[in-house]
């Protein structure tokens, strides 16, 4: 970072200390308001994030505590997740993704506290290191590490590596706590493999005990953790990497170098104009390393341990990727899979250029510096929002997970789509949810629904709505839900109904306004799942749909389920082709 000897304007620390209590109190205030600001829908609408879901969570509910705790992912432990996933089996499933992003986010912002805090004096005044940890929570582009729990990893990281370079606690609680972390650290996920160099040098440098200590617990994480992927190697998608010169300079300059800007359509076509020619990409690299090498010789050591932590995390990024499930990782980075691996890279820069405006080498320099800092500033002003996936209804699933009798499975999907489903099987000791903001979906007479919608009969010939049942409570039902073969569905429970609906006219197919499921004489409202969904191989929105029978609406015996789609704009209602038979015990 930044030597403490710089001759600039500050406000010296020794004159805040008589209003330490009221600064730091504030000073908390205002990081959780900015960590809220930044990204809303992780504590209000938290959902499942991937590997959070399909593979902590299930695990842990699935095989129990003890058993995944110590299972590897992707060729190494994920202690921290697991162990957070182990936990939150004592809570109602409505509130485990909101403890898996309250559990990360608490993670970043004690990285940021730390950051700012009296142990890292030595990388520069205070000033400076509160710019550091609004740029450590600013960065655009973040979205991957934003209050996941899966790449808490990387957090735990940044944390680790502080620790690394931080100056001794003065206290025996901050003594285990920077044990606690960086055996934390060195638990979940290969970094303690890429800290082992600066943990090295660090004991090198300073030759105390603390950092032979902090070695020796960095290096045992690292024996493990290599240990681990030699025997079991990394996932399968992450073999081919299709690695060329010219991509390397067009993956660097872009993510590295202009991964600041927060995209859009124009931006985007002026930063694939420009790293057109990887020949202009690799000469705005060199000049790059001629900056990294200049402030590493006339840098603190602090600051050469920034850059040797960036240069390996880049190095490891690139050497094993996993950017794309498969085919060729590196054009995968290219256009934007593994988002998650700039995001050290990119700070280091930023800590860079920060270093850049206090040196006192060059005039010119530092206006540089300063120029370089305030387009920053501007970029994660614009970038600061990180938008949340919105869908599918998770209460709705919760409302029916409660139902469900043990033994009974319910396939959940979760946020990213379409490729990850959280799988559960009822268990005995699973808390209830007792979501008071959940309603069922309404249910009308057909009376009072045709009157609400005041909607015309199809004429004859007139094209009938494509659609179909996939899932009745989370099991498939293909081949399944005719007379003769029905789908039981336990009366008490009632019956989440999944499936898809299109309108195939003459010109594009579209979705309906709405869904509808008519059992006799009842009609009930569905949801709308705003999930990919490819019809003609043209993918579509607002296809896939939720119903949820209630008890009242089921009958013991045979019936017949009808699913209907209505157009707002025609006002004209459309009929399923196929009628689903359910069998109610």
Excluded at 245 to 262: A, E, H, K, Q
Excluded at 284 to 313: D, N, Q, Y
Excluded at 372 to 382: E, K, N, T
């Amino acid at each position: 970072m930044v030597s403490s000897t710089v001759s600039c304007s500050r406000l010296s620390e020794s004159k805040i200390k008589n209003y330490r209590t009221p600064l730091i109190v504030v000073g908390v205030a205002c990081l959780l308001l900015l960590v809220f600001s930044r990204s809303p829908d992780e504590l209000l609408t938290a959902r499942f994030f991937a590997e959070d879901g399909q593979v902590f969570y299930q695990q842990a509910h699935e095989l129990g505590f003890l058993h995944s705790v110590l299972a590897t992912y992707n060729g190494y432990l994920h202690l921290f997740p697991r162990l957070i996933a182990g936990i939150s089996l004592w809570l109602p499933l409505y509130y485990v993704p909101l403890f898996f992003n309250v559990a990360a986010l608490t993670i970043q912002c004690v990285t940021a506290i730390y950051i700012c805090s009296a142990r890292m004096r030595n990388a520069g005044v205070l000033p400076l290191r509160i710019v550091v940890a609004l740029l450590y929570l600013g960065l655009p582009h973040t979205g991957e590490v934003w209050g996941k729990l899966v790449n808490s990893q990387w957090q735990l990281a940044v944390l680790s590596f502080l620790i690394l370079i931080a100056e001794p606690p003065r206290s025996r609680a901050g003594s285990w706590f920077d044990l606690a972390a960086l055996a934390m650290s060195a638990l979940t996920g290969p970094f303690s493999v890429l800290l082992f160099p600066i943990a090295l040098l660090v004991a090198l440098h300073k030759r105390s005990r603390r950092t032979v200590m902090q070695l020796a617990l960095t290096a045992a994480g690292a024996v493990v953790q290599g240990v681990l992927l030699l025997t079991n190697g990394r996932s399968p998608g992450a073999s081919t990497l299709g690695a060329t010169v010219p991509l390397f300079c067009r993956i660097l300059v872009r993510w590295l170098l202009f991964g600041f800007l927060p995209f859009r359509h124009r931006l985007e076509l002026f930063v694939q104009s420009l790293i057109g020619s990887w020949i202009f990409a690799g000469c705005l690299l060199i000049v790059v390393l001629a900056f990294a090498m200049w402030s590493a010789r006339r840098g603190s050591f602090e600051l050469r341990c920034v850059l040797l932590f960036g240069v390996v995390v880049i190095a490891a990024s690139l050497t094993s990727p996993v950017a794309a499930s498969g085919g060729e990782q590196w054009p995968s980075l290219l256009e934007g899979g593994g988002e998650r691996y700039w995001f050290i890279p990119r700070l280091v820069l930023a800590v860079e250029v920060l270093w850049l405006v206090v040196q006192p080498f060059s005039r010119w320099a530092r206006a540089a510096g300063v120029a370089i800092m305030v387009a920053i500033g501007i970029c994660c002003a614009a970038g600061w929002h990180i938008a949340q996936w919105q869908g599918p209804h998770f209460r709705t699933y919760l409302h029916v997970f409660d139902a469900l009798p043990v033994g009974a499975r319910l396939n959940v999907p979760i946020e990213p789509p379409p490729n990850w489903t959280l799988q559960l099987t009822k268990k005995p000791f699973d808390p209830m949810s007792h979501d008071a903001g959940f309603r069922d979906g309404r249910v009308l007479s057909d009376h009072d629904w045709r009157q609400e919608l005041a909607f015309t009969t199809d004429d004859a010939g007139a094209a009938s709505l494509l659609c179909d049942v996939i899932a009745v409570n989370g099991s498939s039902v293909a081949g399944r839900g005719t007379v003769t073969a029905p789908v039981h569905a336990t009366i008490l429970d009632g019956a989440l109904l999944e499936g898809w609906a299109v309108l195939n006219g003459d010109h594009e197919p579209i979705a309906m306004d709405r869904i509808y499921a008519k059992v006799y004489d009842r009609v009930v409202e569905g949801d709308r799942l705003s999930l990919p969904f490819f019809y003609r191989k043209k993918p579509m929105y607002d296809a896939p749909y939720l119903v949820f029978l209630p008890p009242t609406v089921l009958r013991p015996g045979l019936q017949a389920v009808t699913v209907m789609g209505y157009s707002q704009p025609e006002k004209m209602l459309r009929t399923c082709r196929k009628t689903l038979y359910l069998y109610g015990d």
